[in-house]
């Protein structure tokens, strides 16, 4: 046989070759797979902690009491998080306007005596259900935001009396917001709701009044 042809025929050979030593290490590549896939389910990591966890680890002091218009309007303003942290328990005010927030800051939460909490002008997209742990809290201004929808659980803001929703993109209520007996003022103008949703707040809370498109 010529040499060109004794060439073709290893080459021919070749995968011949090649399976038969492979062929035995095909079950050890498969029980390495199975190994691998149950190491990932034994690390996978934890769920993430639920509202009512989270709401457990926030500093608890003691609730104050809800302050009048005229006390209110003596109380100062905090503008910034940082300053309103280094006493907590005495800030009953906070704006947070047109500071490009696309969320409440948890550290807010931390604030259970407040009482008026601007976050107009934001990019907020949605709220956390942790908001109604401030229990104080008697005016929500949310103008000019992302928002399309409120947390189920609004309505446990007991003691709120003024909430400035206008132009977001609300298109429903939840139901919980008949909860809100002490809402006087509610501002949803410039929001998809239809005439249904404004209708069912006005019958639910006769004493609030509702501005609307």
């Known amino acids: 046989m010529s040499i060109t042809g004794t060439f073709c025929l290893r080459l021919c050979c070749l995968p011949l070759v090649a399976f038969t030593l492979l062929a035995p290490l095909a079950p050890l590549a498969l029980r390495a797979q199975k190994d691998s896939s149950a190491y990932q389910v034994i690390y996978t990591p934890p769920p993430p902690p639920t509202a009512e966890q989270r709401i457990a680890e926030l500093p608890q002091f003691q609730r104050g009491r809800l302050l009048t218009v005229a006390e209110l ?54 709220l956390p259900d942790e908001l109604v742990t401030l229990q104080n809290l008697q005016e929500l201004d949310l103008l000019r935001n992302k928002l399309s929808a409120l947390p189920e ?36 103008t410039q929001n998809p709701l239809t005439l249904h949703e404004i209708e069912f707040v006005q019958k639910r809370l006769p004493a609030c009044r509702v501005l609307s498109n």
């Open 73 to 126: 309007d003596a109380e100062p303003w905090y503008t910034n998080l940082r300053d309103a942290l280094k006493n907590p328990e005495k800030v009953y005010k906070l704006s947070l306007s047109r500071n490009r927030l696309r969320g409440i800051p948890l550290e807010v939460l931390v604030l259970r005596n407040l009482q008026v909490l601007q976050l107009d002008h934001n990019r907020i997209r949605f």
């Open 153 to 188: 659980n609004i309505g446990q803001l007991r003691e709120l009396t003024k909430l400035y929703l206008g132009r977001n993109r609300l298109f429903r209520f939840p139901v919980s917001i008949v909860g809100l007996r002490k809402l006087r003022v509610l501002d949803v």
